[in-house]
């Protein structure tokens, strides 16, 4: 019975060894898997980290072109359209001495007194 007894006990030691050491094995996995995560989450920190930058830069670039829309668009506002110009145009040629005949205030009355006499 004593025999029984120690080899129960040694059976069971082994046992017991066999389940430390698988106990050791999944710790050690456990732990290469906990630090690939922390690795993996550090890699994951800087590449989000650059898309925010890049995010913030092309956002900084987005405003300062719909601040220069709304300029160009100021500006087209105040500018001439081609209606008015032409306008413009028409009015300059009107009063062009160059282009236009102007009659003097002499020249007027010598016309205005000649169809007096001729209609009387």
Do not use: C, H, W, Y
């Not at 006990?9 to 690939?36: A, K, M, P, T, Y």
């Amino acid at each position: 019975m004593l025999t029984e007894l120690v080899r129960r006990i040694n059976e069971d030691r082994r046992r017991i060894r066999l389940i430390e050491q698988n106990i050791d094995r999944v710790e050690q996995g456990l732990s290469s898997v906990e630090g690939s995560v922390i690795s993996q989450m550090g890699d994951l920190k800087i590449s989000l980290d650059r898309i925010n930058n890049k995010l913030s830069s092309a956002a900084e670039r987005l405003s300062l072109i719909e601040t220069n829309i709304a300029k160009l668009n100021k500006q087209i506002n105040k500018s001439a359209t081609r209606i008015e110009l032409k306008q413009i145009e028409s009015f300059i040629d009107l009063v062009n001495p160059i282009t236009s005949k102007f009659i003097t205030k002499d020249e007027l009355e010598r016309a205005f007194e000649e169809r007096l006499k001729r209609k009387i």
